[in-house]
């Protein structure tokens, strides 16, 4: 079992920021892959920011300089610092690990549960 504990969406106004965070626990050995996806009303989920364990980032276009990806690997932790927020951003935001199962060695995916951003014109 694995939980994923997401934390910091919530409301701001445009051109503010916020800070997301997915703290991974549970029956991980190694976690490869960590990232974010995002759902609007009405539209496809879509990725967002995707890091590696060695700290290799890919972002979505609509996102470049003004996300940014991090993780902590001894907490197995990871943040999304978004900056510079318009509405356009405002979606459910959805942590994903791509993570190696603890007994068997088996690799995983895991969503979180989402936490929702909304940005305000």
């Known amino acids: 079992q694995v939980q994923l504990v997401e934390s910091g969406g919530g409301l701001v106004q445009a051109g503010g920021s916020l800070r997301l965070s997915c703290a991974a626990s549970?029956?991980?050995?190694?976690?490869?892959?960590m990232g974010w996806y995002r759902q609007a009303p009405g539209k496809q989920r879509e990725l967002v920011a995707i890091?590696?364990?060695?700290?290799?980032?890919t972002y979505a276009d609509s996102v470049k300089g003004r996300f940014t990806i991090s993780r902590d690997n001894a907490k197995n932790t990871m943040y999304l610092q978004m900056n510079s927020l318009n509405p356009e951003d405002t979606a459910v935001y959805c942590c994903?690990?791509?993570?190696?199962?603890?007994?068997?060695?088996?690799?995983?995916?895991?969503w979180g549960q989402g936490t929702q951003v909304t940005v305000s014109s």
């Open positions: 549970g029956s991980i050995y190694r976690i490869d892959n």
């Open positions: 890091i590696s364990s060695g700290g290799s980032t």
């Open positions: 994903y690990v791509q993570y190696m199962e603890l007994v068997m060695r088996w690799s995983r995916d895991y």
